[in-house]
């Protein structure tokens, strides 16, 4: 009878290793923009992803991790911006508690479904003065001289 209960126990807990993993996965869609910057070029690094590159506005689907993504975007004639996109721990993964056991629990942590990323993040970046526009006049300086044509 103890070992029918116990090889009931060991196969609910093998059934439900890993809540997160089933139930959530182990990669999620994030969306990076860059507000009033199209088509900047948005690097994303952490222990957890390696390097990864998005063109905004732009979405990447990222391995979940337990590390927090770095990420820095340039543009032409802005200054690079960055940001974090912070991970937080899976809702789901208190469910290990009442059914995967410690099983369940390294299960998600090993494939970093016991994490999330925020759903997106915005990354500001300041434009360069001066750069890609046309060089003001300053007081004094001499228009150049226009060609007309010859009237009549």
């Known amino acids: 009878m103890f070992r029918a209960a116990a090889a009931l126990c060991g196969l609910i807990s093998i059934v439900f290793a890993g809540c997160s993993t089933i139930v959530k996965g182990t990669e999620q ?3 990076v923009a860059t507000p009033g910057v199209p088509a900047a070029l948005c690097q994303l690094t952490s222990p957890g ?3 990864r590159t998005v063109q905004t506005p732009g979405n990447i689907i990222l391995p979940k991790s337990k590390h927090n993504v ?7 004639c802005y200054r690079d911006g ?3 996109l912070a991970s937080h721990t899976e809702v789901m ?6 059914f995967g056991g410690v099983i369940g629990l390294g ?3 090993a494939s970093g479904a016991m994490n999330k990323y925020d759903p997106g993040v915005e990354v500001s970046m300041s434009p360069r ?11 004094g300086t001499p228009m150049a001289a226009v060609p ?3 009237s009549g």
């Open 29 to 31: 869609q994030v969306s």
């Open 49 to 51: 992803i390696g390097t």
């Open 70 to 76: 770095a990420i820095t975007c340039r543009a032409q």
């Open 82 to 84: 960055v940001a974090t």
């Open 93 to 98: 993964t208190a469910g290990n508690i009442l």
């Open 107 to 109: 299960v998600d942590a």
């Open 129 to 139: 003065p001066g750069c890609g526009r046309a060089p003001s006049r300053t007081k």
């Open 148 to 150: 007309r044509e010859p």
